[in-house]
């Protein structure tokens, strides 16, 4: 697919951006004493920041909160402007009339809506034209060329991008890849707690990727399998080609229960095959701080320490690549039966749903597609 080989053609960019230091990005400390300022989109309605992120960052008066880091949200932005003055007065911060009133004024974006991710191409673009590191939260696209919009932005004005699931950074999950790095995957078996596909069965999405694609192993197909993309159960089915050539498969089962885990196969030679399996399994956390540390604070965590140093935890194609399998799951579901679909059969432009039948009456895609245009129409 023509997008997928301009991946390809300009990955030792990507991989060359990612390890720049802080000091080529503009979203740096302008001296080691000045607080990194961070600006906020999509707060409120099905956020992340509201409730998880913010608290960590600007601590509310009255509330046990703790700081976690060392930067601080100044300004905020939501598509109900009631709603960032609400988010605004229980953080300390200011909210902004328009989605791009913060450039000049912050040091980096966070952003944590889901409603959002078709427009994200749009909310972004003036923040990677001012080469700030930028977290957007999961989903990053709901089509390729949105994706590649934004990371083509990024790569012109060296900007930084963390697409994140809290599934991907936890210790559980980075043992598990460095486990698994280097040897022989034979096959793997995976559980992702979730309501919908589109904002959590992504999560186990980014956990496959990040643990399993990641470490050399690229997915070829996906094949999702279910009653319907909003409710459980639900199976997806990875197929993927190693270093060698070799093909295997995992699983993802979408359920109701555990967090997240991965149990991984793989062989060793010893005089002959000799097969091992390790269990890994994604814990919230027990008592303060462990209820904080050990599944949320993380992900904040890697966006200061991309923003304060430069460093993307994954390279613009690794980006690219799981946005192209969240996708092709979509595609398998919706238009394919269930049966797999090749990452390099979901076209540029073809766009995935953004609303969701498990939460009827949500007034949220109206607002953006009134103000911003249809969710499947691509730049």
């Known amino acids: 697919m023509e997008l997928s080989n301009k991946i390809h053609r300009r990955a030792f960019l990507g991989s060359t951006l990612a390890a720049l230091p802080a000091m080529t990005q503009t979203g740096q400390r302008r001296s080691p004493s000045d607080v990194f300022r961070v600006g906020c989109l999509n707060v409120v309605d099905y956020s992340h920041l509201n409730d998880i992120w913010a608290p960590f960052i600007n601590p509310r008066a009255g509330k046990k909160d703790a700081p976690f880091t060392g930067m601080r949200i100044t300004h905020c932005w939501e598509i109900d402007r009631t709603k960032a003055e609400e988010f605004a007065k229980a953080y300390g911060c200011q909210a902004v009339k328009n989605f791009d009133d913060m450039v000049g004024k912050v040091d980096g974006i966070i952003n944590g809506g889901y409603y959002n991710y078709p427009w994200n191409h749009i909310l972004h673009q003036p923040y990677l034209e001012a080469g700030l590191p930028n977290l957007i939260n999961r989903p990053f696209a709901n089509s390729l060329a949105k994706a590649q919009k934004m990371i083509e932005t990024a790569r012109k004005y060296r900007a930084t991008i963390l697409v994140p699931s809290a599934f991907e950074y936890n210790d559980p999950m980075a043992r598990a890849k460095a486990w698994a790095s280097g040897k022989k995957i034979i096959c793997y078996n995976a559980t992702n707690s979730t309501d919908d596909y589109a904002t959590h069965g992504v999560h186990g999405v980014y956990m496959i990727s990040w643990v399993v694609a990641d ?96 460093d993307m935890p994954q390279t613009f194609e690794q980006i690219y690549q799981k946005t192209n399998v969240f996708l092709a799951g979509f595609k398998s579901i919706l238009e394919n039966d269930g049966k797999p679909v090749k990452l390099e059969e979901v076209p540029e432009e073809w766009a995935s749903p953004v609303e969701l039948p498990d939460r009827p009456g949500d007034p949220t895609v109206s607002l953006f597609e009134k103000k911003f245009g249809s969710a499947t129409r691509n730049p």
């Open 215 to 310: 470490a050399g192993n690229p997915v070829v197909s996906v094949a999702y399998r279910a009653k319907n993309w909003w409710n459980l159960p639900g199976l997806l089915t990875f197929e993927h080609r190693d270093k060698d050539g070799r093909q295997f498969f995992g699983s993802l089962h979408l359920v109701s229960d555990f967090l997240g885990t991965m149990q991984i196969y793989t062989t060793e030679e010893h005089g002959g095959q000799i097969y091992e399996k390790k269990n890994f399994a994604i814990r919230a956390g027990t008592g303060f701080p462990f209820d904080k540390t050990e599944l949320w604070a993380p992900t904040i965590w890697v966006f200061e320490n991309m923003a304060m140093n430069g």
